[in-house]
């Protein structure tokens, strides 16, 4: 880079920032605000398994009043071994299971080709922390007019976070919703480290909604009332939570999905936190 580009990558404002919009970024999807006055929940399985699983979910999340539902059919999994998703036919179970009723639909995009086949399904595409620097693939779902749920990297610093929303505003997008997902530390207890302090410092830092994904920065069912109870006195928009009608036999993170029950409990401790409104 010269020495000019870095001058001027120092002055610039970005977009995303705070300094070149003051007012908050509110997204609206079929008449939910995501980043307006209310907190947003997002539920649903790692991976969208069959129709009966994934109309199980819908259906009890309807009940319990959760409005956006989540569902991988493109799974970003560590092994070529293990389980990749339902591909488009999960897409296709997203579609039914937000016709049947009512409920938004997130699901993971991992490569360019997939973006107008989830177009066509789903309502809001989600890029997984693996691909948080995946420029190619930021440019393209920057042309388009989905809402994105950008996910923070395994190991990518704030600043990195916010160039990475930058590439998708930059193209003409400005629909961004930002996702704490938790880092990669030394420590074991848990699958990642929820990175709080991610929270305050991001909505200072951008008008961006911010929300926390509480199950996959813990990977474990114990303790997401209280991380989401402190995502939220941090000032997050919301929270992403993995919920599977039977977490042994799911077929990616079965180990830190909740059941229906367990949603429930998690739901009911949530709403009657003063925390949550
Ligand atoms: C997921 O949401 O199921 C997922 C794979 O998340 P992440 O990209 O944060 O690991
Ligand atoms: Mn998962």
Same mark, same amino acid.
């Given at each position: ?13 970005l977009l995303v920032? *705070? ?67 339902? /591909? ?39 890029? /997984?922390? *693996?691909?948080m ?5 930021l ?9 994105v749920?950008l996910? *923070? ?8 976070f916010l160039f990475a929303a930058e590439y998708i505003v ?6 961004v919703i930002l ?27 951008t008008?961006l ?10 990977? *474990? ?57």
């Open positions: 880079m010269s020495q000019n580009q870095n001058d001027s990558n120092k002055e610039r404002k920032s *705070r300094q070149y919009q003051q007012d908050n970024t509110i997204i609206k999807v079929k008449d939910v605000e995501i980043g307006g006055a209310s907190h947003v929940v997002i539920a649903g399985p790692c991976s969208v398994e069959s129709k009966h699983q994934l109309l199980t979910v819908a259906e009890t999340l309807k009940q319990e009043g959760v409005k956006f539902l989540r569902g991988g059919a493109f799974k970003p999994r560590t092994s070529p071994y293990d389980f990749q998703g339902l /591909g488009v036919e999960g897409l296709r179970l997203m579609k039914e299971a937000a016709d049947k009723t009512g409920l938004i639909t997130i699901s993971e995009i991992m490569s360019k080709e997939q973006i107008d086949q989830a177009a066509r399904y789903i309502d809001i595409f989600q890029i /997984g922390a *693996r691909n620097q995946n420029f190619e693939l440019k393209a779902v920057g042309r388009t007019k989905n809402p749920l996910k *923070r990297g395994l190991s990518a610093t704030l600043e990195e930059h193209q003409g997008n400005t629909q996702i704490e997902r938790g880092i990669r530390t030394f420590e074991k207890w848990t699958r990642n480290t929820l990175d709080i302090s991610a929270v305050p410092l991001l909505k200072q830092e008008h909604p911010v929300l926390v994904d509480v199950t996959h920065s813990t990977g *474990r069912k114990d303790i997401l009332l209280p991380c989401a109870k402190a995502a939220l006195a941090a000032g997050a928009d919301g929270i992403m939570i993995e919920v599977h009608p039977n977490p042994p036999e799911a077929l990616s993170d079965a180990k830190q999905q909740i059941n229906l029950e367990e949603f429930h409990q998690f739901w009911k401790g949530l709403r009657d936190s003063n925390l949550f409104h």
